[in-house]
């Protein structure tokens, strides 16, 4: 019987946080398009609690090993974007946190300020430029490394 190895599991894992992470957003982002009264503004704050519950789970599990070690690996030249994506992620993470902050400091029937929802949907635009560039240097030093083929 073949039982499954520890990066098995983590590889699971770690899809399964991204893909809360991912239902989140969409949940944030569809809340965002309403209008934000009270029982709105309470779900807006339970999802963004979710995301910063989420989002460390989902640093920690990157991290094991090294984040994007695999991308050092190949050319060790690549550390400073590496530690360059590893800090946006952080600062990514704590705007997200003072957006939480800036939730509770909002009288309720004011929660609908446009400058709130605007800064929101500022730091989505944040956090899927952050992915897409963590993704395109994994892939780029994937076919640098492997090759693109012929």
């Not at 398009?33 to 963004?48: G, M, P, S, Y």
């Not at 994506?85 to 600062?91: A, F, N, P, Q, V």
């Not at 730091?123 to 899927?128: G, P």
Request: aromatic share 8%; charged share 30%.
């Amino acid at each position: 019987m073949n039982r499954p190895n520890s990066l098995d599991l983590l590889g699971s894992l770690f899809d399964d946080v991204s893909t809360l992470e991912y239902i989140l957003l969409g949940d944030l982002r569809d809340i965002l398009e309403e209008t934000l009264d009270e029982t709105n503004a309470k779900w807006l704050a339970a999802v963004i609690d979710a995301l910063i519950e989420t989002m460390p789970r989902n640093f920690a599990l990157q991290d094991e090993g090294g984040y994007l070690q695999e991308v050092v690996e190949c050319d060790a030249n690549w550390y400073g974007y590496v530690r360059q994506l590893s800090d946006e992620r952080t600062r990514i993470y704590h705007q997200l946190l003072m957006l939480r902050r800036e939730i509770d400091e909002i009288p309720p029937r004011e929660i609908a300020a446009k400058e709130l929802r605007t800064n929101l949907r500022n730091w989505m635009v944040q956090l899927t430029a952050f992915q897409r560039h963590e993704l395109r240097l994994v892939q780029t030093a994937f076919n640098l490394d492997v090759g693109i083929g012929d």
